[in-house]
């Protein structure tokens, strides 16, 4: 595929000689945007008990993740190259416990020319690798799984949902 074509059929990260670009997004409207992802933390149950009685020798784990977490929402064109500064407006980051481990998920919203959904995949990614090293004293096996966009609102594209994980959840919009 040339790089003509590749740019017509949606590259838009590159310029006509296929070198990676910021997409030009001043003509855009700015809209009211939000953003939803997850990631799964897996541990031991004993682990994921020392959690939720944040029995943990480096103190509140979740606190530490949720505050690390926002960092990340806010400065995720810093560590993504392509990624556009954006003024985030709010961030919410919270923990389930379930019976694999903790589940995070981020909220990000914003009022942009552009989309919030690398700020929600960056937030949850830095609080899931924020609670491994509060935790990894006592379980190094623990992995990060699952990490995903499970929803965005606002934007040219409308709202979007991915489709669920198992069969007793729903999907679609």
């Known amino acids: 595929?040339?790089?003509?074509?590749?740019r017509k059929s949606g590259w838009t990260h590159l310029d006509t000689?296929?070198?990676?670009?910021?997409?030009?997004v001043s003509a855009k409207a700015e809209t009211a945007r939000e953003a939803r992802a997850e990631a799964l933390l897996?541990?031991?149950?004993?682990?994921?008990?020392?959690f939720a009685e944040q029995a943990l020798?480096?103190?509140?784990?979740?606190?530490?993740?949720?505050v690390?977490?926002?960092?990340?929402?806010?400065r995720t064109s810093s560590l993504v190259p392509l990624a556009h500064p954006i003024g985030i407006e709010a961030v919410n980051i919270d923990f389930d416990f379930v019976e694999e481990g903790i589940r995070i998920t981020a909220r990000v919203r914003t009022r942009a020319a552009t989309g919030v959904e690398m700020e929600a995949l960056?937030?949850?990614t830095v609080a899931a690798l924020t609670l491994y090293d509060m935790g990894k004293a006592h379980e190094r096996g623990m992995r990060i799984t699952e990490v995903r966009l499970v929803e965005k609102i606002?934007?040219?594209?409308?709202?979007w949902r991915a489709e669920s994980?198992?069969?007793?959840e729903t999907d679609g919009e």
């Open 1 to 6: 595929m040339s790089m003509e074509d590749r």
């Open 17 to 24: 000689r296929g070198a990676a670009r910021m997409v030009d």
């Open 42 to 50: 897996c541990m031991r149950p004993e682990t994921r008990q020392l």
């Open 57 to 66: 020798a480096k103190g509140d784990a979740l606190a530490v993740a949720r």
């Open 68 to 74: 690390a977490g926002i960092m990340a929402a806010k």
């Open 122 to 124: 960056t937030a949850v």
């Open 154 to 159: 606002g934007g040219a594209s409308g709202h």
């Open 165 to 168: 994980r198992r069969a007793d």
